[in-house]
């Protein structure tokens, strides 16, 4: 069994994994301000609360879009599993050719998700990550990470409206029965999940115009569930563990015998 940990910067993910398949799952809220001993104690806690021990995981593995909490979190595991964790980054063994003009711009959480990609799913696809961004990777068919989208997640775009529009307000992120509304904050509700939606399927469209062929496609990210089901793209494969298993598996290639 081995620890793999995602830093975002909404929170920080933490499973365990039997080979590929997650037997336990919790997360911590992303805080620059905590130090290596309270996510410690918070690491410990969580999985007690959930009747493990921690302290059983032989490896550990992290990848992380967060610089400033890296260390912190590297260091909590270390206390807590006694295991020195990998980070994901250059100089460590993917298996992933990386097509952009600087592939170390390329996030581990991306790296690790589209190391599964490749093993599971057809060739071309664009992975989906609907979190703090809407943020796409794009895999050619022979399986190269060819590049990559990014704009404003739901809660980003609603809390400049909020912040930049003296009338609008705070709002969940929640999802209207129809497009057209009739409140200013169901309004907004409408154009954060009906828009973040439209903003996915027309950029799906302009990925295979330039790619010249259909991709599958896989979502994942905490506002998967909510954006997902109002696409109009069929056949979108949800995949809430993809990142860990990457992360596995890159673990495994790595692995010092």
């Known amino acids: 069994m081995i620890l793999t940990v995602d830093i975002n910067n909404t929170s920080v993910v933490f499973a365990v994994m039997e080979e590929t398949k997650a037997l336990i799952m919790t997360r911590l809220s992303s805080d620059k301000s905590r130090t290596a001993d309270e996510y410690a104690v918070l690491l410990e806690w969580a999985f007690r609360q959930r009747d493990f021990d921690i302290k059983k995981v032989e490896g550990a593995i992290i990848s992380s879009v967060v610089p400033p909490l890296t260390a912190a979190i590297k260091d909590a595991v270390l206390l807590v599993t006694g295991c020195s964790p990998l980070i994901v980054g250059p100089g460590v063994k993917t298996g992933l050719n990386i097509r952009l003009d600087d592939p170390t711009e390329l996030g581990g959480d991306f790296v690790a998700s589209a190391v599964a990609a490749i093993a599971e799913y057809p060739m071309p696809c664009v992975i989906v990550v609907m979190g703090t961004a809407i943020a796409m990777g794009i895999l050619d068919k022979a399986g190269n990470y060819v590049g990559g989208i990014i704009s404003a997640g739901p809660m980003v775009s609603q809390e400049a409206l909020a912040r ?94």
Do not use: F
Not at 166 to 192: A, D, E, H, R, Y
């Open 164 to 257: 930049g529009a003296s009338m609008l307000s705070n709002v969940s992120v929640s999802p209207t029965p129809q497009v057209i509304c009739k409140s200013t904050n169901t309004c907004m509700q409408s154009g954060l999940v009906h828009g973040s939606a439209a903003l996915i399927d027309g950029l799906l469209e302009r990925v295979e115009a330039e790619l010249g062929e259909p991709v599958s496609v896989i979502v994942t990210g905490d506002w998967a569930e909510t954006i997902s089901p109002h696409c109009k793209r069929q056949g979108l494969i949800h995949d809430k563990e993809i990142l860990m298993r990457g992360l596995a598996m890159i673990y495994k290639k790595n692995k010092r015998v």
